[in-house]
Structure formats: structure tokens, C-alpha cells
């Protein structure tokens, strides 16, 4: 597709203030693969499916799990649900763990806020979940507010995610409250569609960053207008508003 040729920092054309920025977790500030893809594994042989290629479960850090035991295994509904449990039994006490902060995120988070830039986090991992990495890597304090994925049962009987376009909502709620005029000051930063697409659907500016786990054919075509190749640039982007 043309659009996947495009070079994103083109779109750039001047600085912009930038006062709230919204970062995914997986991909964005912790490398989370290793322990995702080894409870996608293990919830698979529980089910009685052997996948001894690890790195081709990558694609299921970032998007809802349920999404992606359906996309990629065509599971039934109620194997999506057994999945999705055995998932937990294992990343809950052991893969949640299995993760890294992204050599300078620390650093970002500081000088972002030295900048005056007021941050969140918006994932679809559990929120539970979010707490406990961010707690973990000692950088929660960096945050105004935290969300993350709420099961809901739906009308069907099926518990489901929330939607990560939701989860932008609702942390963005607690800016709007600050400032009505928040929108134009606002990035999301994320390494998958999902992340720019719930960016654009709550009319903030989508930013894209390639070192976590989408491709940037990925973030162009979904609509990044930014795209940053490593947490340096990310950093001078969110601090300056400029490349």
C-alpha cells in the first residue's frame, strides 16, 4: 500500500505544545514479550495445542487476548474463555515478571515531567496489571492516572475486555476535567494499531514508536502521525514537540 511508504515524521510540519501524553505499556514502555508469549504457550498445551515457535505468539502482546486466540487459533468461544484462564494462571504470578523497562524510559519520564508533560497510562492489560508492572519497574509515580482493561458481561453471557478506544476515553476524562481545551495538546503513544486507532477515535494525536512489537507499515497505514524509532526521539518529541 502507498501509504505504508510514507515517512511519518514528514507529517510534522511544526512544533507542537504538547501538555498530556498517554502511553500504552507492552511495547511502548516495558519489552513484555517473554513472559505474554510463554503464558500464550502454556495456555495453548492446555488446551491441547503445541506451538514450539514462541516468537510467532508476538503478535498477541498488545491486542486483547480473547482477539487474538481467535484470530490466530480460531478458537471456539469457550475455548477463547478457558484460554484467556489457563493466560492467567501463569502470567499472573510468573510472566507478569518476565518483562523489561526500555533503556530510558526512567529518564523520558523524568524530563517529561520537568517539561510540565502530565502522563497516563492506557492498556488493555488488566488494570490490575498495569498497577503491579509499573509498581514493580518503580515508575507509577510519573502518572496521573492509570488505566487499564474492565471485563464486562456482555448481554451473551461472554465476559469481554474493554475496548482499547474506551480505555484512551477514560484516562483522557481526567485531562478534560483540568482542561476542556486538552485535545490539541494531546499524543498517544503506542507500538500497535490498536494504539492509533484509539488515539484518532478520541481525536488526540496518534504517535507510533518501531522498537516495541508492530512494524511501521503497521502504525503508518493505521494513521500515526508521528513515529519515533527509539525512546531518544520519543523523549525530544514529547518534551519539544518537534523532531
Do not use: W
Not at 69 to 97: C, P, Q, W
Not at 174 to 180: G, H, L
Not at 218 to 229: K, N
Amino acid at each position: 500500500k502507498l501509504c505504508c511508504k510514507i515517512t511519518v515524521k514528514e507529517f510534522v510540519t511544526e512544533p507542537m505544545k504538547i501538555k498530556y501524553a498517554l502511553f500504552d505499556l507492552d511495547g511502548t514502555l516495558t519489552a513484555s514479550a517473554p513472559g505474554i508469549t510463554k503464558s500464550v504457550q502454556y495456555a495453548l498445551s492446555k488446551l491441547g495445542i503445541e506451538e514450539p515457535d514462541i516468537a510467532k505468539l508476538e503478535d498477541f502482546v498488545g491486542p486483547p487476548l480473547s482477539y487474538s486466540f481467535d484470530r490466530h487459533y480460531h478458537l471456539s468461544e469457550s475455548d477463547i474463555a478457558k484460554a484467556v484462564e489457563y493466560f492467567r494462571e501463569r502470567y499472573a504470578t510468573i510472566g507478569i515478571f518476565e518483562n523489561d523497562l526500555y533503556p530510558g524510559i526512567d529518564e523520558m519520564m523524568k524530563e517529561a515531567s520537568r517539561c510540565g508533560v502530565h502522563t497516563a497510562v492506557a492498556s488493555s492489560k488488566p488494570e490490575e496489571h498495569v498497577l503491579t508492572v509499573l509498581e514493580h519497574f518503580g515508575i507509577s509515580q510519573y502518572f496521573d492516572v492509570i488505566c487499564g482493561s474492565k471485563f464486562e458481561r456482555e448481554a451473551d453471557g461472554v465476559v469481554r475486555p474493554s475496548d482499547k478506544s474506551e480505555i484512551v476515553r477514560r484516562a483522557l476524562d481526567y485531562f478534560e476535567k483540568e482542561d476542556p481545551d486538552y485535545r490539541e495538546h494531546t499524543v498517544m503513544v503506542g507500538d500497535r494499531s490498536y494504539d492509533i486507532e484509539g488515539a484518532l477515535s478520541n481525536k488526540v494525536f496518534p504517535v507510533g514508536v518501531t522498537y516495541g512489537y508492530g512494524p511501521r507499515e503497521e502504525l503508518v497505514c493505521s494513521g500515526a502521525r508521528f513515529i519515533a524509532d527509539n525512546v531518544e526521539e520519543l523523549e525530544k518529541f514529547l518534551t519539544t514537540g518537534s523532531i
